[in-house]
């Protein structure tokens, strides 16, 4: 019975497994329409409307892809802090499933951020990596991810997991910026490249960045919702699972 | 009972635990000296690449060691069952976070005063007792807040062996970055350089408020 207590299951049966399935799902078809729509003006503003970059050519086009990636990545831990946060101040299981969700979709988008970033590094650096502040740290915040993902799936769904999980996301995303800072300090002495200078940027750029980085967030908040239903769903069927067994 | 007797108290436990059956130490100390051997072949050490590799082998060896001596912490409690007593006593949670960290403290403390006089023996690094000293205890601190905390967390799983590394590497890397520079500093005096040893105070004090608010829901049952 003792074990049996530690699942969530057991302990609050009925809450947040309110028979909502029926429900035709508008929100999810809007934003999911959005991000469409999003994305077809964002690839046509990448390819078609912005200008090409004088000094870096044709692959400085990624950086449309690689920003709002980066943005969303970082936007998925402070979602992870969030609900860690939300979860240990109300002990509502909903809080934890936005954390997990946000903590899944956040991990995609810094690989693919990393990926990106080291694609555009090598045709204008003409390097794979640099131990640079930022690309170290968005490196150090995909561990962190990973060891989230790890640290969740190894303790599996119940209360001691998603406390652990809201400790974790706490103090990473204190813990980055720190790591960002002495990273920086660390490498005061070395001559950095620098990543994207802002200043002379003409507004085509600028808005076709800005187009892209809201196509991005819409999509983000897209695609979790679908994972917070996955992890409701998930959370129902152990549920169900227990009371059969 | 006041809040610095509790901490005794269970500080004074593991002390004598660790003294009767002296795991934590001699695997610990000898897995130090073991990294260091090691390094020694990994990297050729020689007078001119001294100054660049030494601070981080000695790093490198003490956060591996420390490592193994904080998944212990309370995966052993857990084992006989005696956290569940210790969390029924009525007793403060930061007292056994306090109590536990002092604890590893302590015990990664012996490891580092034995594995630095073998080093500087081993690399040939002139030993700068009186300036690593704040350098080595401060870095230790740092690395044992996150770690006690952690370990909590992966004592919980069934593979904490594996878990508490990846948990606890890129949480601690500011106090690694500060404290490879503060040693490499006293061996060639580089100018410019932040204040290591300030920062990583400022590190000890962020990680050790943080981590003793965060210790109660750890281990909340």
């Not at chain 1, 076709?208 to 695609?223: A, G, I």
């Not at chain 2, 500093?185 to 590190?203: D, H, K, Q, R, Y």
Request: glycine share 8%; with cysteine.
């Amino acid at each position: 019975m003792a074990l049996a207590r530690k699942e969530t299951t057991i302990e609050q049966p009925g809450v947040g497994v309110k028979r909502r399935a029926t429900r035709f799902p508008v929100v999810s078809l809007v934003l999911g329409t959005l991000s469409l729509i999003g994305m077809m003006i964002s690839i046509w503003m990448i390819f078609l409307y912005a200008p090409t970059d004088a000094v870096q050519g044709q692959p400085q086009r990624i950086f449309y892809f690689h920003v709002p990636m980066a943005w969303v990545g970082m936007l998925g831990f402070v979602m992870v802090a969030v609900g860690g946060i939300g979860y240990l101040r109300t002990r509502d299981e909903r809080w934890d499933w936005v954390a997990r969700a946000s903590a899944e979709l956040g991990a995609v988008f810094i690989t693919l951020t990393l990926i990106t970033g080291s694609i555009w590094g090598r045709t204008t650096w003409g390097t794979w990596w640099t131990w640079d502040a930022r690309l170290t740290t968005t490196l150090i915040l995909w561990f962190i991810y990973i060891g989230y993902l790890m640290l969740r799936s190894y303790m599996g769904r119940t209360h001691a997991s998603a406390r652990a999980g809201a400790v974790l996301a706490i103090i990473g995303i204190i813990d980055v910026p720190i790591i960002y800072e002495s990273v920086n300090w660390w490498r005061t002495l070395h001559p950095s490249a620098e990543v994207g200078v802002p200043g002379a940027l003409p507004p085509s750029v600028v808005l076709t960045l800005m187009v892209s980085l809201t196509t991005f967030t819409v999509f983000y908040c897209f695609l979790l919702l679908q994972l917070y239903q996955l992890q409701r769903m998930q959370a129902v069927a152990q549920r169900l699972r227990a009371s059969v067994e | 009972m006041t809040f610095l007797a509790q901490v005794l108290a269970i500080l004074w436990k593991d002390i004598r635990c660790e003294l009767r059956s002296k795991q934590t130490w001699t695997g610990m100390g000898l897995f130090a000296l073991l990294v260091l051997v090691i390094f020694n072949f990994a990297f050729d050490l020689r007078v001119d690449n001294k100054a660049a590799i030494a601070p981080g082998v000695l790093w490198v060896a003490f956060v591996f060691a420390s490592l193994l001596g904080l998944g212990r912490t309370i995966a052993a409690e857990r084992e006989k069952g005696s956290m569940d007593r210790l969390l029924l006593c009525p007793v403060d949670r930061k007292a056994i976070y306090l109590a536990k960290l002092l604890g590893n403290l302590l015990f990664i403390g012996v490891v580092e005063i034995v594995a630095l006089p073998v080093y500087a023996a081993l690399f040939n690094v002139p030993l700068f007792a009186g300036a690593l000293l704040p350098i080595v205890l401060l870095g230790t601190l740092g690395i044992a807040t996150i770690g006690t905390l952690f370990s909590a967390m992966a004592a919980a799983t069934r593979a904490r062996e594996l878990l508490l590394p990846v948990l606890v590497f890129p949480l601690i890397v500011p106090v690694v970055i500060s404290a490879v520079r503060a040693t490499g500093s006293l061996i060639v005096a580089a100018p410019n350089e932040p204040p290591w040893l300030g920062l990583i105070t400022a590190f000890d004090v962020i990680f050790l408020s943080m981590s003793m608010l965060m210790f109660a829901y750890v281990i909340e049952e």
